[in-house]
T-cell receptor
Framework: AQSVTQPDIHITVSEGASLELRCNYS??????LFWYVQSPGQGLQLLLK??????LVQGIKGFEAEFKRSQSSFNLRKPSVHWSDAAEYFC?????????????FGTGTLLAVQP | DAMVIQNPRYQVTQFGKPVTLSCSQT?????MYWYQQKSSQAPKLLFH???????NEADTPDNFQSRRPNTSFCFLDIRSPGLGDTAMYLC???????????FGQGTRLTVV
């Protein structure tokens, strides 16, 4: 069965520091992978996606992620965090089957940014 | 801007009193989804429509129903809400095939 693991429930970084959020997936074929961000009380905003091709993908707000098939990982990175990046981050994999895009989410990583 | 709009943003309902949540989209996507997100948990798919075809997830309670009268609108009906149905309900849309889903702002439902 497909699944997504985000090992870090909560991370605190200082403003200006670099950030890496971990994501591991379990999937039987070539996955399509997403990172979404959710501010308190809000919906989900897509940061970036991987379908195929270049394994380093660029997203909005200065985020990037690298797909590593050998490690079944899709870690999210940002070189310099801003206070406005404080939010919850969800990694997701597109589920197998059909023409629809059902998403299986990880449990999320809550990011706090210290001044 | 094209988008996914959910109404209301906040809803309080009494235990056992039916409630309907609304979702509309201007993206003209043929797939619409409803996710339930309980506090500090990941969103969980309840069901989705592919055009007019309704697809229920195996573990979605019978208490939850959905209607899609046209491409633009989709409704989530909770027939007899329980306290455990307190959650954020997220509507999303996508085209068919390998593509991303676009989410609305969510409706935060509280059952009292």
């Amino acid at each position: 069965a497909q699944s997504v693991t985000q090992p870090d429930i909560h991370i605190t970084v200082s403003e200006g520091a670099s950030l890496e959020l971990r994501c591991n997936y379990s999937y039987g074929a070539t996955p399509y992978l997403f990172w979404y961000v959710q501010s308190p009380g809000q919906g989900l905003q897509l940061l970036l996606k991987y379908f195929s091709g270049d394994t380093l993908v660029q997203g909005i707000k200065g985020f990037e992620a690298e797909f590593k098939r050998s490690q079944s990982s899709f870690n999210l990175r940002k070189p310099s965090v801003h206070w406005s990046d404080a939010a919850e981050y969800f990694c997701a994999v597109g589920a197998v089957g059909g023409a629809t895009n059902k998403l299986i989410f990880g449990t999320g990583t809550l990011l706090a940014v210290q001044p | 801007d094209a988008m996914v709009i959910q109404n209301p943003r906040y809803q309080v309902t009494q235990f056992g009193k039916p409630v309907t949540l609304s979702c509309s989209q201007t993206l003209n996507h043929n797939v619409m989804y409803w996710y339930q997100q309980k506090s500090s948990q990941a969103p969980k798919l309840l069901f989705h429509y592919y055009d007019k075809d309704f697809n229920n997830e195996a573990d979605t309670p019978d208490n939850f129903q959905s209607r899609r009268p046209n491409t633009s609108f989709c409704f989530l009906d909770i027939r007899s809400p329980g306290l455990g149905d307190t959650a954020m309900y997220l509507c999303a849309t996508s085209r068919e095939g390998r593509t991303e889903a676009f989410f609305g702002q969510g409706t935060r439902l509280t059952v009292v």
